[in-house]
């Protein structure tokens, strides 16, 4: 390719913008039927608002939709995929064996997990406390890379507290001029004599179920060019991120998501335009191709021996880290959807699902 095709590119003309942010508003549609089931919260089950007389309800949340992104480019150990297996993160090996990474903890390098293993003959908190400094940005990259796309907050090193960086990339799937569905049934009994109980988890137990439909589900995608460009890395760097954060909004979208047993969602259309500017969201393809060349020369992959587990932890086995449930592929659900606030799906009584 040309020097001045490959400057016509989509993503080499995204790369070469002085926006100060990319706004995606992508069109998602039911795969099947119309009905979907949104993202639930303890206590609270879906969240809806009223504006001018017309519902919307959150299908995923920011932090939610954080965990999938990351999702897109890590395996089912939590692992880079192939085509990034380059990539610096920190991993956690406990008896030889992979516990858990930088990629599936939900607070990245922040996890307990990762604070309290040992790299080398210090705590990796150490580590942390003597890296911090005023090139830390670049420490980032070269480290764990993800964390300056998806932000961090050093809450639990000692004397960093100020070390916090927002997300680069947010998004987040709401679907608006909603109706809720309301539905039900009954778990019903096919044994009969054995004394079990409804409180045994027998008998005949109604249950209800919600559902949504909606005029229109949306995918909101937000990428801060402008905090991306403040971190001051070389261009290579600074290229490789952009490619990075856009790929895993372009993989996201490049097949049906099945979210939950009943939210199943896919992309209206493949081309997809940022609000305003009449730049176009680069193909999987160009961004695989972008990835592929990039330079991942200055980063690393550190390995850290976990801590050895507290009484409580020994006896529940070893190898059983908390992880964050984004780690088993990027279709996966999890209990755990959460980054820093616990969602689940809504609870479904005895559901026969």
């Given amino acids: 390719m040309s020097k001045e095709m490959r400057e016509n590119t989509p993503f080499e003309q995204l790369a070469s913008?002085?926006?100060?942010?990319?706004?995606?508003?992508?069109?998602?549609?039911?795969?099947?039927?119309?009905?979907?089931?949104?993202?639930?919260?303890?206590?609270?089950?879906?969240?809806?608002?009223?504006?001018?007389?017309?519902?919307?309800?959150?299908?995923?949340?920011?932090?939610?939709m954080t965990n999938r992104l990351e999702g897109q480019v890590m395996d089912e150990e939590g692992r880079?995929?192939?085509?990034?297996?380059?990539?610096?993160?920190?991993?956690?090996?406990?008896?030889?064996?992979?516990?858990?990474?930088?990629?599936?903890?939900?607070?990245?390098?922040?996890?307990?997990?990762?604070?309290?293993?040992?790299?080398?003959?210090?705590?990796?908190?150490?580590?942390?406390?003597?890296?911090?400094?005023?090139?830390?940005?670049?420490?980032?990259?070269?480290?764990?890379?993800?964390?300056?796309?998806?932000?961090?907050?050093?809450?639990?090193?000692?004397?960093?507290?100020?070390?916090?960086?927002?997300?680069?990339?947010?998004?987040?799937?709401?679907?608006?001029?909603?109706?809720?569905?309301?539905?039900?049934?009954?778990?019903?009994?096919?044994?009969?004599?054995?004394?079990?109980?409804?409180?045994?988890?027998?008998?005949?137990i109604p249950f209800t179920r919600e559902e949504f439909v909606a005029e229109k589900i949306m995918l909101y995608?937000?990428?801060?060019?402008?905090?991306?460009?403040?971190?001051?890395?070389?261009?290579?760097?600074?290229?490789?991120?952009?490619?990075?954060?856009?790929?895993k909004v372009r993989r996201f979208i490049s097949e049906p998501q099945r979210l939950r047993t009943a939210c199943d969602l896919v992309a209206e259309s493949d081309e997809v335009g940022a609000e305003g500017s009449g730049l176009l969201l680069p193909s999987l393809q160009e961004l695989e191709d972008v990835l592929k060349g990039a330079d991942f020369s200055d980063m690393v992959q550190l390995e850290l021996i976990a801590a050895a587990p507290k009484p409580q932890d020994a006896q529940k086995g070893k190898g059983k880290g908390k992880g964050k449930g984004k780690g088993k592929g990027k279709n996966d659900v999890s209990a755990d959807e959460s980054e820093e606030d616990e969602e689940a799906d809504p609870p479904q009584s005895a559901s026969a699902d």
């Fill in 17 to 64: 913008s002085e926006l100060s942010r990319l706004l995606f508003n992508i069109p998602l549609k039911v795969t099947q039927g119309n009905r979907f089931q949104p993202t639930g919260f303890p206590n609270l089950g879906a969240a809806t608002y009223v504006i001018n007389g017309k519902m919307s309800v959150i299908v995923e949340s920011h932090q939610s």
């Fill in 221 to 247: 995608v937000s990428l801060d060019l402008a905090h991306l460009r403040s971190y001051r890395l070389t261009e290579p760097q600074r290229r490789l991120l952009l490619a990075l954060a856009l790929y």
């Fill in 80 to 204: 880079p995929i192939e085509l990034l297996s380059r990539m610096s993160y920190v991993r956690v090996m406990r008896d030889r064996r992979l516990m858990t990474t930088s990629l599936r903890e939900p607070h990245r390098l922040n996890s307990p997990h990762l604070l309290n293993a040992a790299y080398g003959a210090e705590r990796f908190e150490e580590t942390l406390k003597n890296t911090l400094d005023a090139n830390w940005l670049s420490w980032l990259f070269k480290h764990d890379v993800n964390t300056l796309i998806h932000g961090v907050f050093f809450s639990q090193v000692k004397d960093k507290h100020d070390k916090r960086l927002a997300r680069l990339l947010s998004a987040y799937i709401e679907a608006h001029n909603a109706t809720a569905v309301l539905s039900g049934g009954v778990k019903t009994e096919t044994v009969t004599g054995t004394g079990v109980t409804a409180e045994d988890g027998g008998g005949m």
